[in-house]
């Protein structure tokens, strides 16, 4: 599946290839820096704290997709799934307080776990069934969809409690609104696990070479499953977040996000081959894509231009992220 | 070092389009935000459109956003246009129920709001432009039991499920046939995204479950478009019907040529005229009604080349 890295194969040693995260992480950082003073300088709403909040408000959702979306892809694997688990996670919400009245605070709880079984399923389907995880996370994608709309032949479910759309609406302190405290602690908690935890070590290894990380007794299989459903469980909070954030809950809904998220990932310097990836680099690619959106809007240019500019730095990047790490 | 290459190659890309936004930022003080649900429909592509030319000619600054389908991108497109300190808002809905969360975010910012095609239930604009459908589809189903002499087996290609469009035709196409009690619903499939290709795929499948079907109706043009080629590939003995909805071009284009039968014409740029008039009345403080429904109109061979040329 991913092919050894160069040291493992001279020196038939477990390497951790991603241990100079630093320097990965600072580059999309200049980026993201340029970025803002080209809009500062163009856009007089640009730079205010008020419109710095909102995007951290727009990228909430895309920002927890992309952790878990972080994990996978360290492991050398890619997670399809994550726009319709995300609907399916928020229609199994809205069903469960709507059609049973159980308490949205357990229908929230309902939701998370609804996405980790959905990740545990993708994870079952790479390391029991074999097939490859883009053929896996294509099926669950299909398949949540599908289970999406059967949950309520189609209709969204509108309106929820004021406490809980208050999660995205108020901003505490006039600064923090809930959701974007949970994103927030979630890339910590994230941060530390995968730089300073044996487990999150174990992710790094499995990704540069899957055979060196399982002769040296790490749990393959079990890791992997579980990473799946880490990143299922995320989609699932990113589908409450999302309904907070409409007040809505929607089938639709998610739809394309696993291409922004790989994206974003990709951006902050992860490699699609596995064991090169930093949360540190995944919220700057998320940040990344989120200003360059809102700094486009801003500046009124035309849809079909900001397409073009959006997929223009989508390659340029990863263009670039490419060429660098073969000098490297 | 790559990096920061990359960081400037993608910096000078967006001081490129900045180039672009600003140069259509020399006009008159009025700034309107549009919010298109998704500008891949021709049907919201022409409101974009004619609400773009006449702002044009009235030297009002139009700022246009797509959020592609997905409310959430929407959510967040409206809230930028509300950072910009737009005057009024024209908001055309994106997903399956229009979401009301946008509207109370511009009426906290004291922006009045003009609601199209699509109204959100709990918050609703402050004034609401669409074709009246039902009204549209119960004529579309009297022009339908008329031709056939009142009898007849029907297919329906739906559009998405729950969508105020898909629900109000079906209404007004079924209330049509109350009245013509020989001609009966035998089939009905929902598609995803209102496209031809599945309008051809679901009513081929129709066809080889029922071969007597002698009615479609598209709830889109691209849907009855999609049916008619199925038709015509299925060689099938009789005559069969096919109505759409809509009259965008390809649909107006199909029913001159005899492709389709007919189709039901939205009035796309009135509405366009009629959202920019409203958002100016608004900003003045004038009052606008709240609901301001437009009759579409019956399109035949007879009438469509017409609609081609000048679309209403």
Request: with cysteine; charged share 15%; proline share 4%.
């Amino acid at each position: 599946m991913v092919a050894p890295s160069e040291q493992d194969q001279a020196t038939g040693r477990l390497t951790i290839p991603s241990f100079n995260w630093g320097l990965g992480f600072f580059g999309p950082l200049v980026g993201l820096v340029l970025l803002c003073i080209v809009f500062s300088f163009t856009s007089e709403y640009f730079f205010t704290t008020r419109n710095a909040l909102n995007i951290l408000d727009q990228v909430t959702v895309l920002g927890i997709l992309a952790i878990g979306m972080t994990a996978v892809i360290i492991t050398g694997g890619i997670d399809l799934s994550v726009g319709s688990v995300l609907a399916f996670s928020m229609m199994m919400m809205g069903w469960l307080s709507r059609e049973f009245g159980v308490p949205l605070e357990i229908a929230m709880l309902c939701a998370i776990l609804t996405g980790a079984a959905c990740g545990a399923v993708s994870g079952l389907l790479i390391t029991v069934a074999r097939l490859p995880p883009f053929i896996a996370t294509l099926a669950m994608m299909t398949v949540a969809r599908g289970l999406a709309n059967i949950l309520t032949d189609g209709r969204q479910i509108v309106g929820y409690p004021s406490w809980f759309t208050s999660f995205a609406t108020v901003r505490h302190f006039d600064f923090l609104s809930v959701t974007v405290g949970v994103f927030i602690v979630s890339v910590i908690l994230a941060f530390i696990y995968l730089r300073y935890r044996p487990g999150g070590r174990n992710l790094y290894a499995i990704g540069g070479s899957p055979e060196v990380a399982r002769l040296s007794g790490i749990a393959v299989k079990k890791v992997t499953v579980g990473v799946y459903a880490m990143c299922g469980a995320l989609s699932g909070l990113a589908g409450i977040a999302l309904a907070a954030r409409l007040n809505s809950s929607q089938p639709s809904a998610g739809l394309t996000y696993e291409l922004d998220t790989i994206a974003a990932v990709v951006i902050g310097g992860a490699s699609l081959a596995g064991g090169v990836g930093s949360i540190a680099g995944t919220v700057v690619g998320v940040l990344i894509i989120g200003v360059l959106s809102n700094g486009l809007n801003l500046l009124a240019v035309s849809p079909f231009i900001q397409m073009v500019v959006i997929g223009c730095v989508i390659a340029l990047a990863v263009t670039f992220d490419t060429l660098g790490r073969r000098n490297r | 070092m790559n990096r920061v290459f990359l960081t400037t190659t993608s910096a000078i890309a967006v001081a490129g389009a900045a180039l672009l936004g600003t140069a259509a930022q020399a006009q008159d003080d009025l700034t309107i935000g549009l919010a298109v649900a998704n500008l891949q429909a021709d049907f919201f592509n022409q409101i974009k459109q004619s609400v773009e030319a006449a702002g044009e000619e009235q030297g009002i600054e139009i700022i246009t956003v797509d959020a592609a389908g997905d409310a959430a991108t929407q959510v967040s497109q409206i809230q930028d246009l509300i950072t910009r300190e737009i005057d009024a808002l024209i908001y055309i809905p994106a997903g399956a129920t229009a979401a009301g969360v946008p509207v109370e975010a511009a009426r906290a910012a004291g922006i009045p709001v003009v609601a199209v095609d699509r109204n959100p239930p709990d918050v609703p604009g402050d004034t609401f432009i669409a074709t009246n459908s039902v009204a549209a589809a119960q004529e579309l189903g009297d022009w339908v039991c008329e031709q056939t002499g009142g009898t007849g087996r029907v297919g329906v290609v739906q559009g998405q499920l729950g969508t105020t469009p898909e629900i109000d035709r079906d209404t007004g196409f079924r209330a049509a046939l109350d009245d013509c009690p020989g001609i009966e619903i035998v089939a009905q499939q929902a598609s995803n995204m209102w496209m031809q290709d599945e309008g051809f795929a679901i009513a081929q499948d129709m066809l080889l479950r029922d071969p007597e079907i002698t009615i479609f109706f598209g709830r889109a043009d691209a849907l009855a478009l999609g049916a008619a080629q199925a038709v015509q590939v299925a060689n099938l003995d009789h005559d069969v019907l096919v109505v759409g909805f809509d009259g965008d071009f390809a649909g107006l284009e199909a029913v001159r040529d005899g492709v389709l039968d007919a189709t039901m014409t939205q009035r796309t740029q009135g509405m366009g005229r009629m959202a920019l008039e409203s958002a100016i009345a608004l900003i003045n403080g004038e009052d606008v009604p709240a609901e301001q429904l437009q009759p579409a109109t019956l399109t035949t061979s007879e009438n469509a080349a017409g609609f081609l040329e000048n679309h209403p």
